[in-house]
């Protein structure tokens, strides 16, 4: 099946610095990403999505300004955590669809984020 | 899209088929059913999907009534690997829509 390649796997990093993921999609055209976060024992709960050339659409409650996305390619995604702070600590996965009738959504291996 | 209902957790022996069942009473004509699993810090793996005729793949077969209200995913001979949360989610087929991730069921396969 398609490949949906992220990374970091894992970053640790100081509160109010900015950590950048990135999602590619390795075999196929991604015309559009879905963004993810998961808090422990929770479900994936969507924060945005993106259409390669145009400004992602973001869920109810989810800051744009925080989180930044650019999908800038076909093939690659990135979101950005601004300014991330202890509460921002999840885990971030990706998903991408090269979009058509009846096609299958594949996800990243997502990324944990730990914020100090 | 239609909310789906599924059993927060189920045990199953190993060896034995583990049937995870789903309601999805409020499924329209043009909503597909879609089954993936997350093991323990890891993306959701696509398992199988759906419209009405049942359907069956090297990992599982769908079981879709045919007031399409309700489905359940069977897995045949389950193992150790299957222990995960797996999530029943109904999906427009139009255009490249996201996936509404309800609580899911989180299977044990106990050995």
């Known amino acids: 099946g398609a490949v949906v390649s992220q990374h970091p796997s894992w970053v640790i990093c100081k509160s109010g610095t900015s950590v950048k993921i990135e999602c590619r999609s390795l075999?196929?055209?991604?015309?559009?990403m879905f963004w993810y976060r998961q808090f422990p024992k929770q479900s994936l709960m969507l924060m945005a999505t993106?259409?390669?050339?145009?400004?992602?659409?973001?869920e109810q409650g989810v800051e744009k300004d925080k989180f930044l996305i650019n999908h800038a390619s076909l093939t690659l995604s990135t979101l950005t955590v601004t300014s991330a702070h202890p509460e921002d600590s999840s885990f971030y996965i990706c998903?991408?669809?090269?979009?058509?009738?009846?096609?299958?959504?594949?996800f990243g291996s997502g990324t944990q984020l730990s914020v100090l | 899209d239609a909310k789906t209902t599924q059993p927060p957790s189920m045990d199953c022996a190993e060896g034995r088929a583990a049937n995870l069942p789903c309601n999805h009473s409020?499924?329209?004509?043009?909503?597909?059913v879609y089954w993936y699993r997350q093991i323990h810090s890891q993306g959701p793996q696509y398992i199988i999907h759906?419209?009405?005729n049942n359907e069956t793949n090297e990992m599982a077969s769908l079981i879709i009534t045919e007031d399409r209200k309700s489905s359940t995913l069977i897995l045949p001979h389950a193992t150790l690997r299957d222990t995960a949360v797996y999530y029943c989610?109904?999906?427009?087929?139009?255009?490249?829509?996201?996936?509404?991730f309800g609580q899911g069921t989180r299977l044990t396969i106990n050995p």
């Open positions: 998903s991408s669809t090269s979009g058509g009738a009846n096609e299958k959504l594949f």
């Open positions: 075999d196929f055209q991604a015309t559009t």
């Open positions: 993106s259409n390669e050339g145009s400004k992602a659409t973001y």
């Open positions: 409020t499924i329209s004509g043009n909503e597909y």
């Open positions: 759906g419209l009405k």
């Open positions: 989610i109904v999906r427009r087929i139009q255009g490249a829509q996201k996936l509404v």
